[in-house]
């Protein structure tokens, strides 16, 4: 009697892994790994419809594993497809002000280990002995050599005095 695919998909349907696994392993003769549910449904109506119906001829199955070896297999997707258009990228969000922070041009200034740590606030970042930081943070950790949160080493309140 052939495999009627909708019934027997009905009845995967209604099991449990586990059982789906057990179901598995007596129609490949060996266990699976697979905990995915729609996967072993699929590998197992497969696999009645090939002992039903026989399997692929083995010219297909030479074919198709040549086709497989001379694959060039990518492991990312290319960034766009060849003769695809590169699209203009929307223009970086601004900066938006963070009320912590004194307003641009001002210096703040902290004494760490007996020296004076004076930073600008700019527009783009922060200004460090004439290198640009992207963030208070990154130029704390600059002077310590260690992660430190950057208001908290400056001693910036919510209200963006220094302390």
């Not at 695809?84 to 641009?104: I, M």
């Not at 002077?143 to 950057?150: L, P, Y």
Request: proline residues 7%; positive net charge.
């Amino acid at each position: 009697m052939p495999v009627n695919v909708q019934k027997e998909e009905r009845r995967l349907k209604g099991m449990t892994v586990p059982e789906l696994r057990v179901e598995y392993a007596e129609l490949y003769g060996e266990t699976t790994q697979s905990t995915s549910k729609p996967f072993l449904i699929k590998r197992i109506l497969w696999r009645m419809q090939c002992n039903e119906y026989g399997d692929i001829s083995e010219r297909a199955r030479k074919r198709a594993l040549e086709i497989a070896n001379d694959a060039d297999l990518r492991l990312r997707a290319p960034a766009r497809m060849p003769g695809e258009v590169k699209e203009k990228a929307p223009p970086a969000p601004k900066r938006q002000h963070d009320p912590r922070l004194p307003s641009v041009g001002t210096i703040i200034a902290r004494k760490y280990k007996g020296a004076l740590v004076e930073v600008s606030i700019e527009m783009d970042g922060f200004r460090y002995k004439d290198k640009l930081f992207p963030s208070l943070s990154a130029i704390a950790k600059e002077v310590t050599g260690s992660h430190w949160n950057g208001f908290r080493f400056f001693g910036l309140t919510e209200g963006g005095d220094a302390a």
